[in-house]
């Protein structure tokens, strides 16, 4: 886990497979009402969903219409669970991965 900054403006990083930086993603600004998600194509607001001293939700406000992304950190051990919920055409489908913070 990072931290950058003070304690207001928390930062996390993970990647994806190994480690290879076109699948960089870090988290800005978790202790803030106005959280962002950053990653080599910019960044992006996110809206908590839910916040615990040790588990903060966050969703992607800026998903296709119909799709639901979803990101769920988990602070002390550094774990971030991705979810990707969807229809294609009229069928349900889903993905989800799991990250470690640096």
């Excluded at 988290?27 to 962002?36: E, G, I, S, V």
């Excluded at 040790?54 to 979803?70: K, Y």
């Amino acid at each position: 886990m990072d931290k950058a900054g003070s304690d207001d403006h928390q930062q996390l990083r993970y990647y994806r497979g190994n480690e290879d930086e076109a699948d960089t993603v870090a988290f800005a600004d978790l202790n803030t009402d106005t959280p962002k998600i950053v990653a080599n194509g910019g960044q992006g607001p996110l809206q908590v969903l839910y916040r615990h001293d040790r588990v903060i939700g966050l969703m992607n406000p800026l998903s296709f219409h119909s799709e639901i992304e979803i990101f769920t950190i988990f602070l002390d051990s550094g774990v971030v669970l991705h979810s990707v919920q969807h229809e294609l055409g009229r069928m349900p489908s889903g993905v989800m991965e799991m990250g470690f913070c640096n």
